[in-house]
């Protein structure tokens, strides 16, 4: 944790209610799991979720899973992508064509 950042654990009932925008509520998970401190009390806030969602501490709750599933096809969507990404150059391509082709019919075309 750097010197300028303060633990997000007072955020934690925010996040509980679903209160944090998604850098926000980002930001606090990333402090929970690097921070030992804020991870415990982290992890005692999921695990009462899980309780009070499914009756298991263990059972992740639905909003866990719709994170995991949307980190987990982001990544993979990432990761699926070509790092150097060029825009479609066959656009431009065919009408520069259609433009040549349209000035040599009408050069070539006897009159």
Do not use: N
């Amino acid at each position: 944790m750097k010197w300028y950042e303060r633990h997000v654990d007072a955020g934690l009932t925010r996040w509980s209610l679903g209160e944090l925008s998604a850098p926000e509520s980002s930001r606090l998970l990333r402090h929970a799991h690097a921070c030992q401190r804020c991870g415990i009390r982290y992890d005692k806030w999921a695990r009462a979720h899980r309780f009070f969602e499914s009756g298991q501490t263990d059972t992740p709750t639905a909003m866990e899973l719709e994170t995991l599933t949307v980190a987990g096809l982001e990544a993979a969507l990432t990761a699926a992508s070509p790092p150097d990404a060029v825009g479609a150059r066959w656009p431009t391509l065919a009408v520069l064509g259609a433009t040549l082709a349209a000035i040599l019919a009408v050069v070539v075309t006897p009159t």
